[in-house]
């Protein structure tokens, strides 16, 4: 009975794969000359589930056909007969014994209950991939075609570790519906085909091989198993489907990088523009600072000279600075100045160059490296933040040299100004002098720190220089009595250049 059973299904097979082979069914084959690897769950696998695919490697390409089996099948403690008889199998498909190996590791043992470490199998697989050069992958799907859990735990090992290795392809064997799963080649007569598929069938003699490898595992051979290899579809035909998720994900890894380099552009756009923004700023900084100095060298020239200074030279110098500083005398060009008589006594400064006076040997005590500009920057720092009441005492020693040098004024007035009058406060006179120039060298080094400092705290101390410029020039311009009369407030209105 069963050799006309058998008979017949050969005759059907042959029938329905010859019409089959002729409508052209079988496509292209994208396998060539692959190193290639069926990945089993246990001995037997190889030719109950991956028969057609084996064969048709074989016979169809020039692929070099492997198989990893992930356990020996040892739970009915028959481990050592079933890797005998995989190896039996194996050459009765055609393929050598140095390409067959089956993992005795106790983390993957057969049983229904054992689920396997994705992680496990992945270093498994990667250990023979490396040694055979291996780039295909074939194996079960998510659904392990028949359910057993072993089968889907080798799918999820070996899509661990093509993850991994991107480059490596993973073919998945489709699992079907109970109902189609055991009408064997007549499944193809029903019209059901996914274009993304790759179908192998095997022909008559083809079967035939995978019959026979089947019955080498002769420990396996009970009942059921024989009507398994005579009505099984996949005794006849295999449909495999690339598995592209490990592609899929290494897109999508390409595509961030592009995406990240496309940030890294406009941030490094962005950076020069800043870079070329700052650049400027630090040339207009010098600029400044040069304008500034020019300021220091006419003041120095002015205070150094004698009794043959002109009126006329003095007036044009205390015009020209005005002009430069926007906002300090709006008329300063239209209204006509008093000519300054050279040899009278100086003002006493500002507030703030007073401090800078008292406590610059204090500053440079606690920071004896820095430059004289960096200790300047220091005290303007320390000034800004003093509270009101410790200030006022400054404000009360300003206040006395201020009538010092309005007494100063009066003696000079009384003795009829010129030499005589010089004579009368030539001492103070001597003291106010030294002292301007002083002052007058720490106010430029204030401006002349060498640190990369942000723009909103140069803006505040080129202005707070500049409005020290604008105190000192109502010093050289002004009469006087309006430097009698007006001393110099603690807050003034900035100047901006």
Not at 41 to 53: I, N, V, Y
Not at 231 to 253: A, I, P, T
Request: charged share 30%; aromatic share 8%; glycine share 6%.
């Amino acid at each position: 009975m069963w050799t006309v059973l058998l008979s017949s299904t050969c005759i059907l097979s042959l029938l329905t794969y010859a019409y089959f082979s002729i409508a052209q069914f079988q496509e292209i084959l994208p396998f060539s000359t692959n190193n290639i690897v069926i990945v089993t769950a246990h001995p037997d696998d190889e030719c109950m589930f991956f028969g057609p695919t084996i064969t048709g490697l074989r016979t169809l390409t020039k692929s070099r056909v492997h198989v990893l089996c992930l356990s020996t099948g040892n739970a009915d403690g028959l481990g050592s007969m079933r890797k005998k008889e995989l190896v039996k199998s194996c050459q009765t498909l055609g393929i050598q014994p140095s390409h067959v190996k089956a993992i005795e590791n106790p983390g993957l043992q057969d049983g229904m209950q054992n689920k396997w470490d994705s992680e496990l199998i992945s270093e498994t697989i990667k250990e023979y991939a490396v040694k055979q050069k291996i780039d295909t992958i074939i194996t079960f799907d998510g659904h392990g075609v028949s359910g057993h859990v072993n089968h889907i735990s080798s799918y999820n090992g070996a899509k661990h570790y093509v993850n991994m290795n991107p480059n490596i392809k993973l073919y998945r064997l489709v699992s079907i519906p109970l109902v189609r799963k055991y009408i064997g080649i007549l499944d193809l007569l029903l019209p059901i085909r996914n274009t993304d598929e790759t179908t192998f069938i095997s022909s008559p003699f083809a079967y035939l091989t995978t019959h026979k490898a089947m019955r080498q595992h002769k420990s396996q051979l009970v009942w059921f198993r024989w009507l398994y290899v005579t009505f099984s579809r996949y005794m006849f035909v295999n449909d495999l489907v690339l598995d592209n998720s490990g592609e899929k994900k290494y897109q999508d890894y390409k595509k961030r990088i592009r995406e990240i380099e496309e940030e890294n552009e406009n941030i490094s756009s962005q950076l020069a523009k800043a870079r070329h923004h700052i650049k400027r700023l630090r040339v207009e900084r010098i600029v400044l600072l040069e304008e500034i100095d020019d300021l220091r060298q006419g003041r120095s020239s002015r205070i150094k000279k004698s009794n043959g200074a002109e009126s006329d030279s003095e007036m044009s110098i205390s015009e020209s600075v005005i002009s430069d500083v926007k906002g300090v005398r709006k008329n300063a060009a239209a209204t006509p100045r008093k000519k300054r008589d050279p040899n009278a006594p100086k003002g006493p400064g500002n507030v703030f160059f007073l401090y800078c006076r008292m406590e610059r040997d204090n500053i440079k005590d606690e920071v004896p490296n820095e430059s004289l500009g960096e200790v300047t920057r220091l005290l303007g720092q320390k000034w800004k933040a003093l509270p009101k009441e410790e200030k006022q005492k400054y404000y009360d020693i300003y206040k006395k040299e201020q009538e010092e040098y309005e007494s100063a004024m009066k003696s000079y007035t009384a003795a009829g100004g010129g030499l005589e009058g010089a004579a009368a406060v030539e001492a103070a006179n001597k003291v106010k002098q030294e002292g301007k120039l002083d002052e007058s060298d720490e106010e430029i080094d204030m401006l002349q720190d060498d640190d990369d400092e942000d723009i909103e705290d140069l803006d505040e101390e080129i202005e707070q220089e500049i409005e020290a410029n604008k105190n000192h020039l109502h010093s050289i311009v002004s009469p006087p009595s309006s430097i009698a009369t007006d001393p110099m407030p603690e807050t003034q209105d900035h100047v901006h250049i």
